[in-house]
């Protein structure tokens, strides 16, 4: 009802909410943002606050400035951060930051190793850690090992930045972890009792009386009659004949509508949008045009969503080798 009263005025709703919340902020907009930077932008007005103390989040990726899809309908998360980190009481030193000695801007931040760094340059390197799925935040003079309540207290990190880590933590574990895999229903974590079982049942999803409450320990897809986890990957054949494409903003040309997970091999089918693509089993971010991976802050490294890029030649399946 709110949305459609301003949409008679020619205006347009955008709905966020900061990922520390649950509460749901609706902004009224001249147009819809389409981009990261819009959304930064709209965001920070509203808050008061400069655009660089706000990010996009995807899960728990943080994104940088291509262009997204922020649909009027969908629900967009905002990590806030510490605009000015300062240090806690008792706990400043006058010795050297460990990442730019003397160099380092402001003052400087006792670690339980009796190291220093100042509370930004803290952050900063536990988040490049972070999202290089490296969970050891390690002292660099040292290689004393930091637990996360320090790394909050010591880097003055904002609540948002506390529950984006870990959130964040918590996947890379997940991730990295054999036992524990996310039921692709509720996203809830499950692990199995039988190892040698690949139908797994989620407690949560047939509590709650859902129809299919089972998924593939290998494949991480809803468990159906007759399954067999080969059915979900592509064959060669759809590869070498599939529909020839030219991509939303971009405008690349002649690129293939199928592609395998360059990582996980899930037959990956594109309907629209641009050339960016998250696998929904993996969580790999790749180019759909020339296949090149992500950096670890989800940006491609062929350049933005609307850049022109090579166009990869169809792919052959590791197992047809």
Sequence with gaps: MFSSFWQLFGYSTFKYRRVSGNSISTLVLDKQPTSVLEVKSAVSK???IGADDVDVISNTTILENYQCDFSKDNLTEILVHTKYRRVPAGKRTNREDMFEGNMADGDRVKMSCKHAATPENLY?????????????????????????PEIATKADMSDDEYVFFSRKMTQVFIDQSNDIHQCPTCRVNCSRKDTKNKQVQCLVCKKEGRTVYSFCWECNVPWTKNHNCKIFFLTQEILDNCERITMEYSDIQNVP?????????????????CKTMDCTSCHHT????????AD???VLQCGMYS??????PIQKLKRHE
Aim: net charge positive.
């Design 46 to 48: 509203s808050l008061g």
């Design 124 to 148: 900063r390197y536990c988040l490049s850690k972070l999202n290089s799925c490296d969970l050891r935040f390690k002292c660099m003079e040292c290689s004393t090992t930091w637990e996360l």
């Design 257 to 273: 509508k199928v592609r395998a997970c360059p990582k996980c091999e899930l037959y990956i089918e594109h309907e629209s949008g």
């Design 286 to 293: 790749f180019c759909f045009s020339c296949l090149k991976p």
């Design 296 to 298: 670890e802050n989800g």
């Design 307 to 312: 850049s022109k890029c090579e166009v990869a």
